[in-house]
């Protein structure tokens, strides 16, 4: 079966600190990987996908960077952070396939950041 | 771009029957889902719908109208553990064909007593 880890669960930084967020999934090969933000009480935005190894679509210009060094490992990264970078950070995985009809994304845990 | 609206908030009594709108407006479409959330956990994946019409799955439903570019989720005999935020999504294709999932505003479910 398939899994997703993503860590850590919580995270406190300082402003201007680094960040470094990993997810890896295991169970299956080649799939779609996504970071999405979430502030307190909204959406989920999404801010990167990825359709293979190297492979990164940004979806908002920000403060944030991604890549996929391997298959099934997801890292959101950012040199400096902001305040505004707080937030509830979910990385998540479906079925890569053009024209597939699967829909379902699974979700890690995710990590809820505070910038300080 | 893409856009999902929904309403931010609903409340409900507990056994009653609540909807659920979304509309979207997509470059490209393949289906509607419907994903729950509760508070300080991941989203997990409800329904989904690629054809006009009615799915059910238990006291769940969701329903699609591609010409009108709407949707609906239906719970009924609602319980207190369905309070929770409720996000529709669209898989849609990128340039390269490729799908991402876009998500709605969310709607934010309480049930009462």
Redesign the interface.
């Known amino acids: 079966s398939q899994t997703i880890h993503q860590w850590p669960a919580t995270l406190v930084q300082p402003v201007g600190s680094p960040l470094s967020l990993e997810c890896t999934v295991e169970g299956t090969s080649n799939p ?1 990987l ?1 970071w ?1 933000r979430q502030a307190a ?4 935005q ?1 801010l990167f ?1 990825s ?1 293979g190894i190297g492979q990164i ?1 940004s ?1 908002v210009p920000q403060n944030l960077s991604a890549s996929r060094p391997q298959d099934r490992q997801f890292i959101l990264s950012s040199k400096k952070l902001l305040l505004s970078d707080s937030g509830f950070y ?1 990385c ?1 995985w ?1 079925v ?1 396939a ?4 699967d ?8 990590t809820r950041l505070t910038v300080v | 771009g893409q856009s999902l609206e929904q309403p931010s908030e609903v409340t409900a009594v507990e056994g009653a029957i609540v909807q659920i709108n979304c509309t979207y407006q997509t470059s490209g479409f393949y289906g509607l889902s419907w994903y729950q959330q509760h508070d300080g956990g991941a989203p997990t994946f409800l329904s989904y719908n690629a054809l006009d019409g009615l799915e059910e799955t238990g006291r769940f439903s969701s329903f699609l109208s591609r010409s009108d570019s709407y949707g609906y989720l239906l719970l009924q005999e609602l319980q207190m553990k369905d309070s929770a935020s409720y996000f529709c999504a669209v898989r849609d294709p990128d340039s390269g064909g490729y799908q991402k999932v876009t998500f709605g505003t969310g709607t934010k479910l309480q049930v009462i007593p």
Do not use: C, H, I, K
């Open positions: 779609n996504y999405y009480g909204r959406g989920l999404l996908y359709v679509s979806e979910l998540a479906s890569m053009v024209g597939t009809q829909t379902e994304a699974f979700f890690g845990q995710g």
